[in-house]
């Protein structure tokens, strides 16, 4: 879930970022995506609002949602009885994506739309096709990233390595 979280912060929509990560049954990462214009859409040029008379005139229309993004940016044959771990549930246009990719797990953290129908539409679609869906509880309530540990680790492999010289 962490890295569905770290691969959000790459989404330019100001107002809900999404990160996915799609893992094997090794747990081994296989697919990331989080929401984003389609390929050649420059996001500073499409509309990344929702209110507007006009559905041209906001993002509804245009945005790639994070989890249909973690299986077209796959790095294997398939995502066949994988796992996905989604910021948010998936919309019902996701979950058609998820249901015809073979994944059979859906781990979520937020459900903030639950109520909306194109939450029902998924969890009714899951439910028939026997996707698993999970809240997924923190640990821990938050993960720091050290860019230091990096210098540090090799600061002090370097000091190993001259104490061994002596």
């Known amino acids: 879930?962490?890295?569905?979280?770290?691969?959000?912060?790459?989404?330019?929509?100001?107002?809900?970022?999404?990160?996915?990560?799609?893992?094997n049954r090794e747990k081994k990462i296989v697919g990331i995506g989080y929401n984003?214009?389609?390929?050649?859409?420059d996001d500073d040029s499409m509309p990344w609002g929702r209110d507007s008379e006009d559905v041209l005139k906001t993002k509804e229309l245009y945005v790639c949602h994070a989890a249909l993004n973690?299986?077209?940016?796959?790095?294997s044959a398939d995502v066949k009885n994988c796992t996905i771990y989604s910021a948010l549930f998936p919309c019902n246009e996701c979950a058609k994506v998820v249901i015809q990719s073979g994944i059979t797990e859906v781990v979520y953290y937020s459900d903030k739309y639950g109520?909306?129908?194109?939450?029902?539409a998924s969890r009714i679609m899951f439910e028939k096709a026997n996707i698993r869906c999970r809240q997924h509880i923190p640990s821990q309530k938050q993960i720091t990233i050290d860019f230091n540990t990096i210098e540090n680790i090799t600061s002090q492999s370097i000091e190993a390595i001259d104490k061994l010289q002596i």
Request: aromatic residues 2%; proline residues 7%.
């Open 115 to 120: 109520d909306r129908p194109q939450s029902k």
């Open 70 to 75: 973690a299986v077209l940016n796959k790095n």
């Open 36 to 41: 984003a214009m389609p390929n050649g859409c």
């Open 1 to 23: 879930m962490a890295i569905a979280f770290l691969s959000a912060q790459r989404s330019k929509d100001p107002r809900t970022q999404v990160g996915a990560c799609i893992v």
